[in-house]
């Protein structure tokens, strides 16, 4: 079973960018479709990003055109480049994954995935 450490959040001001990493130990993520989250105070955890075995990425309106996800294959390691942050963008961050032998869309839904990380903040204010 893979294991995932996220890591890159922190403080930014609004307009600033971070770069999320996911990295896996383990079986190799190429394998998998990698998937991020977010969950703010009070709120569900609702999808960002993510990214299938051809990677390809998928997002939301909320996220598109700023986010970037991308892949590493030898570093086996997935990416969020995250810009024009928003201080509604504030929330834990999580990476998720889960194994496939096809080459799907990457799901949207945390029910589909079935390996987490422990998530790291993302705090955007002045």
């Known amino acids: 079973q893979v294991q995932l450490v996220e890591s890159g959040g922190g403080l930014v001001q609004p307009g600033g960018s971070l770069r999320l990493s996911c990295a896996a130990s383990?079986?190799?993520?190429?394998?998998?479709?990698v998937a991020w989250f977010r969950q703010a105070p009070g709120k569900e955890r609702e999808f960002v990003a993510g990214?299938?075995?051809?990677?390809?990425?998928r997002y939301p309106d909320s996220t598109q055109g700023r986010f970037t996800i991308s892949r590493d294959s030898a570093k086996n390691t997935v990416y969020l480049q995250m810009d024009s942050l928003h201080p509604e963008d504030t929330a834990v961050y999580y990476c998720?994954?889960?194994?496939?032998?096809?080459?799907?869309?990457?799901?949207?839904?945390?029910?589909?995935?079935?390996?987490w990380g422990q998530g790291t903040q993302v705090t955007v204010s002045s």
């Open positions: 383990g079986p190799t993520l190429s394998n998998y479709i």
């Open positions: 990214i299938n075995r051809k990677h390809t990425a």
């Open positions: 998720a994954a889960k194994s496939t032998r096809y080459y799907e869309s990457a799901y949207s839904l945390q029910s589909q995935y079935d390996t």
